[in-house]
């Protein structure tokens, strides 16, 4: 079997790759770096969730236009065909004839609900509360994807920072190395040393290769909350991140928490949610009282076996005794008299589809009262199970507060701790640095070996990263403690 050419592989994996990234950014539209508020802003609008949610709200509006339009009449119309063969009532005379003929009906009805127990209102209300609370979960899931976005392009950022440490060190001990397989060719130090800073330059390499994996998971997670594919292309703007203010926290979780309770989304949909739980017990209250509808119509019909009678024919068949009810003088015959015979002969005509709608019409106008007597309490029961629904939307309020406090209490409690870590991560290197620069001067002279030097460059190292660590950290929380205080979510 023939091998395909390595050429060939390499040119369809770069066009492929080449596909992926131009559908990604013909799908967002961007061929450049994106900002943090395009990251945002495009997440917003493009999470699938996010769209999930403004699809309920839209549900929300309909069913609010709609209890709106569920207090004007109702009209209908009704009609219908029917061939019949044998015996049948014909709905124009109402006989019972048996024969063959077609018939049809026509009607058009209106109902106008005049009192359903104030149901109609508080429904319409109650549709009012719900969409408002829709819309608070729509801005509410804003908030949590762009609490995410930030949190993502943070973390892009962190570990672009985190390769350029670790590319630094990197760099310082391949230039140790360097110096110091010189200084060993010229017999001047030992083997071991060239030997330590080759582990040391393994282990750099080791975690500048971590530090590119942690940038591309970082990538990714920003890709997949922006709903797009994998591209290489995916760039971000890295903006100027100033150094974070040593100073404590300006402010307190309890001084943070009553400002998001008066401005979070997700409080003041739960607050709307009880708000329409006792619209529910006013709606299942309405069931006590009578209702009151007023109706009217239209109708006619129309039967083939109808007839229109145009006139009448006089047909004498002759003289007919007939007797008066007296007798003759002797008392003993009855007088008879003779008459004519004159028989009436009804004479029909065609009478047409449009003739008999016309001259069936009829009319009717009415009210309808339905009064609650007994329904095997479904009504009170109906009353008890909104009653239990407001309670149940009332813990469900509790429960957001009560969450939304312990989170506003961790984050600021987590804001302290990384303002405490950051301050002390930088007088973690400010020291390291000074002492890793003397102890450079110290290898180069030979004062020390390059086992302590290493040990003094890792110790340099790992407080740079703490710094890093801290500093996107500090900056982070601090930015979870403005979007709870309602300030926008910007570097």
């Known amino acids: 079997m023939r091998k395909t050419p390595k050429k060939i592989l390499l040119m369809l994996g770069l066009m492929l790759c080449g596909a992926t990234a131009g559908f990604a950014q013909s799908q967002s539209g961007k061929t450049d770096a994106w900002t ?48 019949n063969a044998g015996s049948f009532q014909d709905p124009v005379t109402f006989s019972l004839i048996t024969q063959r003929a077609q018939t049809s009906n026509f009607s058009v009805g209106v ?39 930030v949190t993502a392009y943070l973390n892009i950022l962190f570990a672009d920072e985190l390769i350029k440490t670790t590319d630094f060190q990197r760099n310082l001990t391949q230039q140790q190395l ?46 997949q909350l922006l709903n797009l594919p994998t591209s290489e292309d995916f760039e971000i703007v890295v903006p100027e991140i100033p150094e974070p203010d040593q100073n404590p926290v300006g402010v307190t979780g309890n001084q943070v928490f009553e400002i998001a309770q008066e401005t979070l989304p997700a409080i003041k ?34 039967s083939s076996s109808s007839q229109f009678l145009t006139g009448r024919e006089l047909i004498n068949r002759g003289l007919v005794p007939e ?60 009353v008890e199970r909104a009653r239990l629904g407001q309670q149940n939307a009332k813990l469900n309020a509790d429960i957001a507060r009560n969450n939304l406090r312990q989170t506003i209490e961790q984050a600021y409690v987590d804001a302290v701790a990384s303002q405490r870590r950051y301050k002390a991560a930088k007088e973690q290197v400010a020291a390291a640095e000074k002492n890793f620069q003397n102890a450079e001067l110290r290898l180069n002279s030979g004062v020390i070996n390059t086992i302590d030097f290493n040990v003094i460059t890792t110790t340099f190292r790992s407080a740079q990263s703490s710094l890093l660590q801290a500093k996107y950290e500090y900056t982070f929380k601090l930015k979870v403690l403005d979007f709870y205080q309602g300030k926008p979510l910007t570097l």
């Open 36 to 83: 943090l508020q395009e990251a945002i802003d495009y997440a917003v609008k493009n999470n699938l969730q996010g769209q999930q949610n403004r699809l309920n709200r839209e549900l929300d509006v309909v069913e609010l236009r709609q209890s709106k339009l569920g207090r004007l009449p109702s009209v209908n119309a009704n009609g219908n065909f029917n061939s």
């Open 111 to 149: 109902s106008v609900p005049l009192f359903m127990g104030f149901q109609q209102a508080n429904q319409v209300k109650q549709n009012a509360l719900n969409l408002q609370a829709s819309e608070q979960d729509v801005l509410s899931i804003q908030n949590d994807i762009s609490i995410q976005v």
């Open 178 to 223: 360097d110096r110091t397989s010189l200084l060993f060719k010229a017999g001047s130090v030992a083997e071991n040393a060239v030997l330590d800073l080759q582990s040391q330059l393994a282990t750099d390499e080791l975690n500048f290769i971590n530090a590119q994996n942690q940038l591309d998971i970082a990538r990714l997670s920003l890709m």
């Open 323 to 382: 007797s008066l009810g007296f007798y003759d003088e002797a008392g003993t015959q009855p007088v008879i008299v003779y008459v004519p015979d004159i028989a009436v002969n009804p004479i029909y005509g065609d009478y047409s589809y449009f003739e008999q709608m016309k001259d069936n019409i009829a009319r009717f106008a009415g009210l309808s009262l339905s009064v609650p007597i007994f329904n095997g309490f479904q009504v009170r029961n109906n």
């Open 269 to 302: 949909a739960a607050d709307l949610r009880v708000l329409s739980a006792a619209k529910s017990i006013d709606i299942a209250r309405g069931g006590y009282y009578p209702r009151l509808s007023l109706s009217g119509g239209i109708s006619s019909r129309y």
